[in-house]
């Protein structure tokens, strides 16, 4: 499985930027998928989960709630996630990656592939 996200950039505090992640490969492998993001000094976290097929359950980290919206086009093999409301502490390096699991999805280990990052950064 191969993942490339990309849309990242600069924002204003209270924009909004969407980040898309292009999944190709052995996509059926895909169990659920996920954002993490790893802001300057501080270790890589759990931002958002996602179903590839059955429903698309979802999952959010509660410092995104309410503002970030992850989702999927299965048949765009991609992932995207909307960030709204966006604060300087939302700057990071974002992740997706895939797992053939649905366990534990908020903990690194748990993902067997891994895209490139994509560089958010939210400045006035």
């Known amino acids: 499985v191969q993942l490339q996200a990309s849309g990242g950039g600069l924002v204003q505090p209270g924009g909004s930027l969407r980040l898309s992640c292009a999944v190709s490969?052995?996509?059926?492998?895909?169990?659920?998928l996920g954002w993490f993001r790893q802001a300057p000094g501080k270790e890589r976290e759990f931002v958002a989960a996602?179903?590839?097929?059955?429903?698309?359950?979802?999952y959010y980290a509660d410092s995104v709630k309410g503002r970030f919206t992850i989702s999927r086009d299965n048949a765009m093999n991609t992932m995207y996630l909307q960030m709204n409301s966006l604060k300087p502490e939302d700057t990071a390096v974002y992740y997706c990656?895939?797992?053939?699991?649905?366990?534990?999805?908020?903990?690194?280990?748990?993902?067997?592939?891994w895209g490139q990052g994509t560089l958010v950064t939210v400045s006035s």
């Open positions: 490969g052995r996509t059926r492998t895909s169990y659920f």
């Open positions: 996602i179903r590839w097929s059955f429903g698309g359950i979802t």
């Open positions: 990656a895939s797992t053939q699991t649905g366990l534990n999805l908020w903990v690194l280990s748990s993902y067997d592939y």
